[in-house]
């Protein structure tokens, strides 16, 4: 792209884009090209396709330019674009919260299932960041009302964004503060979370692109299981009785996460749910 007289076309743009972020080691390089252009140009992506022989106009080509040069130093696609979409809605997303993640949704998944017979549920996300998992509980039973609690005020700002683009805001309330301090002597039906789960030492190792999403949501201390054992300890304070937690966990994490329980005598395990990769993602609590 550094000849500023010559017309690209949608389809010559996409192929060059492709080969660029190939060489620059992109995992998805044309489908990358695609979501870019896609949003540069306001155009679905199957409607690139449509138009291959279009030419750019010259301001959308310095902006996918600038997209381009973003996305080859690794910034994630969704911090590009601003959005991410996750259990059908439209989340904005901003480098103060984590991308939501196909992972994330066998969680909601299982939250949804166990609470479809509860009436007007009450629901705790624990670490909301972008509220996907809260909004979309929210989205999908009309009568339950949410609670989400994080220690980032950015990350609150997002997920009340989320809240109102997502029509869910009048049921949902927000606290800024460390796990369940905000919500002292209140109880749930469900409490919810995809915690920081990466060992410290292995942040370093990620891909280049998750580490440019913020540390407070990764990193999960020595072993990664920090968050867990104190959402766990506590969590029969917080839950009704027969209520359920529910948490997102890493590889080889959910054995150990369960385990954290076994000492907790108003907590029983239910079950483990692997995610659509085979991998066990989320494991299930119950309040005796």
């Not at 060059?16 to 896609?38: C, H, I, M």
């Not at 997303?93 to 609470?115: G, H, N, S, W």
């Not at 999960?220 to 969590?235: E, S, T, V």
């Not at 954290?260 to 029983?268: K, P, V």
């Amino acid at each position: 792209m550094s000849k500023e007289n010559e017309v690209w076309t949608i389809g010559s743009i996409l192929k060059w884009t492709g080969q660029y972020f190939g060489e620059k080691g992109v995992e998805n390089p044309r489908l990358d090209a695609e979501v870019l252009l896609s949003h540069i140009l306001h155009k679905e992506r199957i409607q690139l396709y449509v138009h291959f022989d279009q030419p750019l106009q010259q301001h959308e080509l310095m902006a996918f330019r600038e997209a381009v040069k973003k996305r080859a130093a690794r910034l994630p696609v969704a911090y590009i674009t601003g959005h991410k979409e996750f259990m059908g809605l439209d989340f904005c997303v901003t480098p103060a919260v984590l991308i939501p993640r196909p992972d994330t949704e066998v969680l909601v998944e299982a939250a949804l299932k166990r609470l479809k017979d509860t009436d007007q549920p009450e629901i705790l996300d624990i670490g909301t960041g972008s509220g996907a998992i809260v909004v979309s509980v929210l989205a999908n039973i009309i009568t339950a009302r949410g609670t989400a609690v994080d220690i980032s005020e950015k990350a609150l700002a997002i997920a009340k964004v989320n809240a109102e683009k997502n029509n869910v805001a009048e049921r949902l309330q927000f606290y800024q503060g460390d796990i369940y301090q905000p919500v002292q002597g209140r109880i749930y039906d469900a409490i919810l979370s995809n915690p920081p789960y990466i060992p410290n030492e292995d942040i370093s190792t990620l891909a280049p692109e998750v580490r440019q999403e913020p540390a407070l949501a990764l990193a999960g201390g020595q072993d990664g299981l920090d968050f867990y054992r104190r959402i766990i300890n506590d969590a029969s304070k917080y839950l009704k009785p027969g209520g359920f937690i529910a948490l997102e966990v890493g590889i080889h994490q959910a054995r150990p996460v369960a385990s954290l329980a076994e000492s907790i005598s108003e907590l029983s395990f239910d079950s483990i749910i692997s995610d659509y990769g085979g991998i066990e993602r989320v494991v299930i609590l119950k309040r005796k």
